[in-house]
């Protein structure tokens, strides 16, 4: 959806849940349970079995964080009329925190503006390609040798260059008694041609890096959900 916010803190739930359910299980935990069920179908692309369970953590606990996350995988499973009205229900709860309530406005104005413009579809998700990933390390990896040798190649010709430097005399010239003019030309243009082989390593360095960082930034998944509860998010991603 246009205008997601990234949430980047990654906050696992603290409470411990037994597996199954037993006659000692509050409400509330039962709740955390479906929520947890939830965030793992949404995970998987399916919005709506996310949504259903969801709103059953929200049937056994009423916090707005279940509804909110409901309203999401609902908007997100393209079933944007479902979405508006439990968005709508959310901003009208007495107890909804600022910075939900400011959430549960944008994505109720979006929903509403998809309806509208009869773009209110499914959200499609998108695992990461290995093949990327396999080959932004690969450049890495050649980008990191690159600049290694870089970085030794103009050292040596910086270590000569001052040592070759040290053959002239006060206007700047080679001392006859030091090195002939034929030797001093010969350095020089190694010098330069190491010198310039660096550069030109260091900018393979740079462009392996660059291709390397895009490849991994466009490679995530798509469409990754977030679980609001009231322990606090359980995975990040879009939201």
């Not at 209110?120 to 390390?137: E, G, W």
């Amino acid at each position: 959806m246009k205008g997601i916010c990234t949430a980047i803190s990654l906050i696992l739930f603290v409470t411990v849940v037994p597996a199954h359910a037993d006659s000692t299980d509050t409400d509330a935990q039962r709740a955390i349970r479906l929520s947890t069920d939830g965030l793992a179908s949404s995970l998987r692309g399916d919005f709506a079995t996310a949504s259903t369970l969801y709103r059953q953590a929200y049937a056994l606990d009423p916090s707005p964080e279940y509804l909110y996350s409901a309203a999401r995988s609902e908007h997100q499973a393209g079933q944007c009329e479902v979405a508006v009205a439990d968005y709508s229900t959310l901003l009208q709860l007495p107890n909804v925190a600022p910075a939900l309530r400011v959430k549960g406005a944008f994505h109720l104005a979006d929903a509403k503006s998809a309806l509208a413009e009869n773009r209110c579809f499914a959200v499609q998700t998108k695992p990461a390609s290995q093949v990327r990933a396999h080959l932004a390390f690969s450049l890495i990896g050649v980008g990191s040798a690159a600049v290694i040798g870089a970085t030794a190649l103009w050292l040596h010709a910086h270590t000569d260059q001052q040592a070759l430097d040290g053959y002239r005399d006060a206007s700047g010239h080679f001392r006859p008694d030091t090195i002939g003019p034929a030797a001093a030309i010969d350095a020089q243009s190694s010098i330069n041609e190491r010198t310039v082989a660096a550069w030109s390593l260091f900018g393979v360095g740079a462009v392996a890096g660059g291709v390397a960082t895009w490849l991994l930034l466009t490679g995530k998944p798509s469409a990754t959900q977030v679980s609001v509860t009231p322990a606090g998010v359980g995975v990040a991603g879009k939201f």
